[in-house]
Nanobody, 115 residues
Framework: QVQLVESGGGLVQPGGSLRLSCLVS????????MGWYRQHRGIQRDFVGE???????DYGDSVRGRFTISRDHDKSTVDLQMNSLEPEDTAVYYCNLRTSYYSFWGQGTQVTVSA
């Protein structure tokens, strides 16, 4: 069973930074991608960014240039560095691992950008 645990969320002022971390555990087979999504309101989780096995990254238009996804294999984590945060970035951020057949989600961590 794959388990994803997010951490690092909190309250930050506009223009500030936060670093989220996703701890990955369990048996993982084959090709998979690690990603971050966020849910601002409603039921839809919006794409933030992802990183592939090859190390290639992709970002949503609203965060490109401000957010950076990275992997730390020694710590078994996938991190999301968030800079120049805006109130619109306020959301619950979820870590995601997807394979060809399955998609796994963490419990989410709250990020609030407010003065």
């Amino acid at each position: 069973q794959v388990q994803l645990v997010e951490s690092g969320g909190g309250l930050v002022q506009p223009g500030g930074s936060l670093r989220l971390s996703c701890l990955v555990s369990g048996n993982i087979f084959g090709i998979y991608r690690m990603g971050w999504y966020r849910q601002h309101r409603g039921i839809q989780r919006d794409f933030v960014g992802e990183i592939t096995n090859e190390g290639n990254t992709d970002y949503g238009d609203s965060v490109r240039g401000r957010f950076t996804i990275s992997r730390d294999h020694d710590k078994s984590t996938v991190d999301l560095q968030m800079n120049s945060l805006e109130p619109e970035d306020t959301a619950v951020y979820y870590c995601n691992l997807r394979t060809s057949y399955y998609s796994f989600w963490g419990q989410g961590t709250q990020v609030t950008v407010s003065a």
